[in-house]
């Protein structure tokens, strides 16, 4: 017997899905009345946008998105091209596009983009794997990320390079490909860490980075260097969130928050405001609800008929999660500030309707059944 419609609908939509994008979307338009009460209607217009997005991703049979991979990452290159050449620049950067109506972040684009090409290639080289295939993977993520660059959006790039790294990884990256990467990393933050105050002298050129992007990572070691500069977001985040205590003050009455203390309060410091307003309490609710979120999109990943399927779940929810540690370790001082938003809380547009489509793919590739008694 066939299940009614209405029943085929929630099994791509997903009933755990639905029900955390509603609980946060509201969680976030309650904390926007205090972080930017201006910016309520922006917010409502930008959540309906994503959760249309979400249901439409959803929906679509995830055989087809693999099909227009190659043309979504095609076109979201293009794009990081366009932006460039013609892009409109703020605080600094260019990193949109001006459509007339709307200005647009390719970028953040690319999070969908990038994975699902990397799944599609994996799914059509299945059965063919050579070890040459990982480093044509990996420069399928080296391209866009380091036009990302070039903008300059240190923390877009990271998260486009992580996300579609962890398609390499799931898809059986070596280990022996991968320590290496570890130890070297490891070895450079040991270095900075031993030799910071030499390296960030002023005259002292970090190659591949701009000065501001120095001058984030060497304010990260020490504060303090410059409080009322390159210092003065971190050293705020931490006297709001400090100041929270374990039940907080109580929405719209911190301090730090509503005397402006907190530079970008309502994008990439909006924790440190649910932090000094709710408290410790109103954090460690809001983290249990991203670990269940990765629990289920595991779950749901993992139910996928199609490895392809498999390889982009686990790793867009994998990549949310990053999303979640990296902010919030740049809010408490732990990571210096790269400019990424809390996913679904913080405002913004092209950041949570990427989400939503990573979130909406996800169930799309859920829904795939096995065929042929076995994975496809």
């Given amino acids: 017997m066939r299940p009614a419609w209405w029943q085929s609908l929630l099994r791509r939509w997903d009933p755990f899905l639905l029900l955390f994008l509603a609980g946060f979307f509201t969680f976030s338009h309650w904390v926007m009345t205090s972080a930017s009460p201006e910016r309520l ?16 991703a959803a929906l679509v049979p995830f055989r087809w998105w693999l099909a227009v991979s190659p043309l979504l990452y095609l076109g979201g290159v293009i794009a990081l091209v366009l932006v460039l050449v013609v892009g ?23 999070k969908l983009a990038v994975p699902l ?27 866009p990320t380091a036009l990302i660059l070039k903008q300059p959006d240190l923390g877009t790039a990271i998260m486009v390079g992580v996300i579609g790294g962890c398609v390499l990884f799931f898809a059986g990256l070596s280990w022996r490909l991968i320590l290496p990467v570890v130890v070297a990393v490891s070895v450079a933050i040991a270095a900075l860490l031993h030799y910071g105050d030499r390296w960030c002298a002023p005259e002292v050129e970090w190659p591949g ?3 501001y992007q120095k001058g984030r990572i060497c304010t990260l070691l020490d504060p303090e260097r410059d409080p009322l500069g390159k210092g003065f977001h971190t050293i705020q985040a931490e006297i709001a969130i400090g100041s929270g205590g374990v039940w907080g003050k109580g929405l ?18 909006i924790l440190a405001v649910i932090a000094e307003e709710l408290g410790f309490v109103g ?54 500030v790269v400019g990424v938003p809390l996913p679904f809380v913080s405002y913004g547009g092209t950041a949570l309707v990427s989400l ?7 169930a799309s590739a859920a829904a795939e059944p096995l065929r042929g008694g076995g994975r496809r």
Avoid at 88 to 110: H, I, Y
Wanted: charged share 10%.
């Fill in 41 to 56: 209607d922006e917010q409502w217009l930008h959540q309906g946008l994503a959760l249309t997005a979400f249901l439409v």
């Fill in 88 to 110: 409109v620049t703020a605080k600094g950067a260019t990193r949109w596009l001006d459509l007339g109506v709307a200005r647009v972040q390719p970028s953040e684009l690319m």
């Fill in 117 to 143: 090409f990397c799944a599609a290639y994996f799914h059509w080289r299945q059965g063919m794997l050579r070890w040459w295939d990982h480093l044509v993977a990996f420069v399928w993520v080296l391209v």
């Fill in 209 to 211: 980075l701009h000065d």
């Fill in 252 to 269: 719209g009455n911190g301090t730090q928050s509503q005397l402006a203390f907190i530079p970008e309060r309502h994008t990439d410091f």
């Fill in 283 to 336: 954090v460690a609710g809001l983290f249990a609800g991203y670990l269940i979120l990765l629990f289920r999109g595991f779950s749901l990943a993992l139910s996928s008929g199609l490895w392809s399927g498999q390889l982009f779940g686990c790793a867009a929810v994998t990549g949310i999660f990053l999303y979640t540690w990296v902010n919030a370790a740049m809010v408490m001082g732990l990571a210096p």
């Fill in 356 to 362: 939503c489509l990573m979130l909406g793919v996800t």
